[in-house]
């Protein structure tokens, strides 16, 4: 028999291996980091931990509104919320340093059109 000895090792299917494995572990850990606006919150004494399936406003340190994450203004509310059910709760996200009229306006916009059920996010504490 001619049997040969162990001299060296293929590694080019190893490093194949890796290189798919690191690609599955990027891709599924770019799905577990929240993409969420940056806020800094007011505090209350008391918040709300219950939360259905509702639709996400925000607005951040510049007064910028977001509608589920994809920035949007507030005078395009009644185009990009056309169809939704009136029911749909709403959870409102604003920083604390915007302008109160601000707020006020996304509030007005959202009661004109008609949603009465808005909770306002804030931080415990305080």
């Not at 290189?19 to 990027?26: A, D, E």
């Not at 395009?76 to 306006?105: C, H, M, N, W, Y």
Request: without cysteine; glycine residues 4%; hydrophobic residues 45%.
């Amino acid at each position: 028999m001619d049997d040969k000895a162990f001299e060296s090792m293929n590694m080019v299917p190893f490093i194949d291996i890796m290189l798919v494995l690191l690609t599955i572990v990027l891709m599924t850990s770019s799905f577990i980091v929240s993409g969420k606006i940056p806020l800094n919150l007011p505090s209350a004494s008391n918040t709300d931990k219950d939360r259905d399936q509702q639709r996400m406003l925000e607005l951040d340190a510049e007064g910028q509104l977001y509608l589920d994450s994809l920035p949007v203004q507030v005078a395009e509310l009644d185009s990009a919320l056309t169809g939704e059910d009136r029911q749909t709760p709403f959870l409102l996200r604003a920083d604390k340093s915007i302008a109160l009229q601000k707020f006020v306006d996304v509030m007005d916009a959202l009661k004109t059109l008609g949603f009465t059920r808005v909770a306002i996010q804030t931080e415990a504490g305080g």
